[in-house]
Structure formats: structure tokens, C-alpha cells
Nanobody, 124 residues
């Protein structure tokens, strides 16, 4: 079982940066796929980025955030990060950390463990 807790959200002006953190606890963290999702009002939850703690060079990003967002991890602290640069109003959403075992994609239906979310608001 995995417990996840996000932090670092807030309000920022367009062009600014934020770093989200996801603290993980429980068992088998290192063998899980870790990912960030986001959901804006009236829209479906979408995948943002994923990483395998065991194979940290295996990362994937949504096209909309490539070149601006970076997913990373600190295994010693059991923490996942999402560095978000050059933020746009379109990035405004609730951001969720998620974990799963044996998952190779960013389909939210395949993820078993979810944090409660942290709100990111980007103003013009």
C-alpha cells in the first residue's frame, strides 16, 4: 500500500514557476510507477508526466508540457517532484500525484493510489 501527499501548489503569474512535491509512504515505493495528473474544472483528468523510480531515465511527458515541466525524484526522501516553468493560464488545475505497479502509461484508470491534490492557479 502507498500513501501520497502533495504540496507546493499556489497562485502564480503567467511565466512564473512552481515546484510540486509528493511525499510517499508505505511499501514497494521503489517498484511503483509514479506520475502527475491534473484536472481542470469541467475537463477530464489528464496525465502530465511519469517516472519509474527503479528506472529514472524512463520518463514521459504530455505534449502540452514538454520543455517546460520536469519530473524527478529523491528516493532517499521518498519524494516525487514536478518542476513547472513558464507557466501558462492553461496550466491551471488541481494536480494529483499517483502511483501504480506495472504500469507503462499515463492512463489514470491504471493507477491505484492517489493523493488528495494541490491546486495550481496561473493568472494572466
Amino acid at each position: 500500500q502507498v500513501q501520497l501527499l502533495e504540496s507546493g501548489g499556489g497562485s502564480v503569474q503567467a511565466g512564473g514557476s512552481l515546484r510540486l512535491s509528493c511525499a510517499a509512504s508505505g511499501t514497494t515505493y521503489s517498484s511503483n510507477c509514479m506520475a502527475w495528473f491534473r484536472q481542470a474544472p469541467g475537463k477530464e483528468r489528464e496525465g502530465v508526466a511519469r517516472i519509474y523510480p527503479t528506472f529514472p531515465y524512463h520518463t514521459n511527458y504530455a505534449d502540452s508540457v514538454k520543455g517546460r515541466f520536469t519530473i524527478s525524484q529523491d528516493n532517499a526522501k521518498r519524494t516525487l517532484y514536478l518542476q513547472m516553468n513558464v507557466l501558462k493560464p492553461e496550466d491551471t488545475a488541481m494536480y494529483y500525484c499517483a502511483a501504480a505497479s506495472g504500469v507503462l502509461d499515463l492512463n489514470p484508470k491504471h493507477y491505484n493510489y492517489w493523493g488528495q491534490g494541490t491546486q495550481v492557479t496561473v493568472t494572466s
